[in-house]
């Protein structure tokens, strides 16, 4: 009976130990949707009661703590517009005016139902603080709650696909505690190596029927030099 | 022959020429009475009815608000420079002072307001919902539902709820940037729509209650700005002046001047187009009296020639023409300010609802009123006297200078 006692004790403890945590989770994902540094191109596609609005084609050139600089690439009239984003400023370089504009993370992306900061910052680990809600066979359902209010949301739950631990779909919450938006990560692709979802489709709770597809064209892991992320050099 | 006598003959020869003096005087009353009307309307409409409105709605008589607080710029309401905590102390202390009537609180941002199915920019206003119904125009103009109360609920401008299909009792969602610029959002169901007839009230705006406003914007007891409002507007700068040491550090207050820029300047233009407006009314109003009584003396040579005849100096036939003059100066214009009086009374007391011309004039409630002041009756009486005493001393004088033959024979 002792042994038995023992053994369970011993099967909890390993459970303890060696079972993969929120946190770890929340790296592994950060980790597996984008790579250290790299670029990547993008379309975005904004469809509101079943009909495309608007589409852009971004370059996205990316290196992590140092920052985001994406470029547009069509069409036409969007070309040439630049957003950098350095912690948390970020600047608008429209061709023909002088200097970068100051934007706020927290705007709306080019009309789009994402936030700047929803499509320039991937890094959750470092704002949330994760715990497992729900297990399955499948997937690990994680509440993540802002450790500070200079994150859009103030909390999100994501559920992660347990294999290859990929977000599978994302619901995002205001401070007031209420949805304000959901996304969903699909089609995934295999991109320098490493596998993530290639579409993600984001929804504003105040306009459904409304949504902004953002599809992931091609990503590369590259050096990227630290010099690109300046305001000053967006004119250039 | 004494002044008296003289002025007696006046009178009697206004009555041998009855008709005449009643063409006189009418002809006086009405310049008179379109001159007293068109005093009281100005100062009605233009200054008390288009300021007071102006000023319940926008400005209050006085804001307090952070000195960082910029009114033009609609997208920085709320941060942390911009709103200030404790304000009921405040109100407390502003209270103390006899001048100042009432103050309320708000917080203001920009926001999207929507069903769930769209959404659209407005500008959502949290008020206290006791204080706001005493100094805000809304509660006048609740077509449906209540004024905002106790329980949490959104009203809306009658536009708003059109164009989102939403009724009493149905959920409006409200979203907006909290103070730390996190998206934010809550659901109210809609207690009430108001319609004023102005769109950027009934369709820009929403307000709430500032419980709500402030679990919005994520700022626990904030407001952006206190409104006030003084025994009367013209000594907001004098308050304004007296409560400043009451207030905090980085607090500042402004009186409705400062805010009403775009009103004051377009007053001033207005005043200079109606100055020119009123002295041409005045040039008219003159030369109408002026002439009417020029032909009224000067088709009594013949008669003024009698009286040099009979022995009436030329200084007493002066005299008579004066004392006719001031008389039917005098009725008309107490006549002409009876023919004035009706419809500025009518004006004064029950006022036009002009609120269509709201939109156009950027001022929600609008009605055409008038206020007559006790200087207008006297800018009246004075105008039509001197009027007709020019009108009437001229033609005078010369026919009294004639010589008596010559007189004699005009026909």
């Known amino acids: ?236 | 022959m004494n002044i008296f006598s003289i002025f007696i003959i006046s009178i009697k020869n206004m009555k041998r020429h009855l008709r005449r003096t009643i063409l006189n005087i009418i002809s006086v009353s009405i310049s008179i009475g379109i001159l007293f009307f068109f005093l009281g309307y100005y100062r009605g409409t233009y200054i008390v009815s288009m300021r007071e409105s102006f000023l319940k709605y926008k400005t209050s008589h006085a804001q307090i608000q952070t000195e960082l607080f910029n009114d033009k710029k609609i997208q920085d309401y709320v941060t942390k420079n911009t709103v200030f905590y404790e304000s009921d102390k405040l109100i407390s202390k502003i209270l103390k002072n006899p001048k100042v009537i009432s103050a309320t609180t708000r917080l203001a941002g920009n926001g999207f307001a929507g069903n769930g199915q769209e959404k659209m920019i407005v500008q959502i206003t949290g008020c206290n919902p006791e204080t706001e119904k005493e100094v805000g125009i809304i509660d006048d103009f609740i077509k449906e539902g209540v004024f905002l109360d106790k329980q949490d609920g959104i009203l809306i401008g009658k536009k708003t709820a059109e164009l989102f299909n939403l009724k009493l009792g149905d959920i409006c969602f409200i979203q907006a940037q909290t103070i730390n610029n996190s998206p934010n959002i809550l659901q109210l169901p809609v207690t009430g729509i108001y319609a004023t007839g102005f769109y950027e009230l009934d369709k820009n705006t929403v307000f709430v209650s500032l419980k709500s406003a402030n679990a919005l914007f994520d700022t626990q007891n904030a407001v952006n700005k206190i409104f006030m409002f003084f025994k009367d507007m013209e000594i907001s700068m004098k308050v304004s002046a007296e409560l400043r040491p009451v207030l905090d550090n980085g607090l500042t207050i402004k009186p409705w001047q400062e805010y009403a820029q775009g009103l004051l300047e377009n007053e001033k233009s207005d005043k200079i187009f109606y100055s020119i407006f009123i002295l041409i009314l005045l040039f008219i109003g003159v030369s109408t009296i002026t002439g009417t009584m020029y032909v009224n003396v000067y088709e009594r040579v013949r008669e003024i020639g009698m009286l040099r005849a009979m022995g009436w100096l030329q200084n007493e036939i002066f005299l008579l023409f004066l004392f006719e003059s001031l008389c039917i100066g005098l009725a008309g214009s107490i006549f002409g300010l009876f023919i004035g009086g009706i419809p500025t009374f009518y004006l004064a007391v029950y006022g036009i609802d002009y609120s269509q011309a709201a939109d156009m004039i950027a001022i929600p409630v609008f009605k055409l009123i008038s206020k007559p002041a006790i200087s207008d009756v006297l800018l009246c009486i004075v105008v039509g006297m001197v009027s007709t005493m020019l009108g009437g001393l001229l033609p005078a004088h010369k026919a009294s200078k004639m010589i008596i033959t010559d007189s004699l024979r005009t026909n």
Do not use: H
């Not at chain 1, 619901?171 to 579409?199: A, H, Q, W």
């Not at chain 1, 029927?209 to 010099?227: A, F, L, P, Q, R």
């Open chain 1, 1 to 236: 009976m002792k042994k038995t006692i023992a053994l369970v004790l011993l099967f909890a403890l390993y459970r303890t130990c060696f079972a993969i945590t929120a946190q770890e989770i929340t790296k592994a994902v950060d980790d597996n949707l984008t790579f250290n540094e790299g670029e990547m191109n993008m379309t975005l596609i904004d469809i509101k009661k079943g009909k495309t609005i608007k589409e852009l084609d971004a370059n996205i050139i990316f290196k992590k703590d140092k920052g985001t600089l994406m470029t547009f690439t069509a069409p036409a009239r969007e070309k040439n517009k630049k957003i950098l984003m350095m912690k948390d400023n970020m600047w608008m370089y429209v061709p023909g005016i002088s200097r970068p504009i100051r934007l706020s993370g927290k705007d709306s992306f080019m009309g789009t139902s994402f936030s700047n900061r929803d499509l320039m910052d991937f890094d959750m680990n470092n704002d949330y603080k994760s715990r497992i809600v729900k297990e399955t066979d499948k997937e690990y359902v994680l509440e993540m709650l802002a450790t500070n209010k200079n994150v859009s949301y103030s909390k999100i739950i994501t559920a992660v696909e347990k294999e290859r631990l990929l977000t599978i779909k994302q619901e995002l919450y205001t401070v007031s505690g209420n949805l304000i938006k959901t996304m969903d990560f699909s089609g995934i692709k295999e991109y320098g190596g490493k596998l993530r979802p290639s579409v993600i489709v984001v929804k504003d709770v105040l306009t459904q029927g409304s949504e902004t597809k953002v599809i992931i064209n091609d990503m590369t892991n590259k050096e990227i030099n630290d010099n690109i992320f300046s305001p000053q050099k967006m004119v250039k």
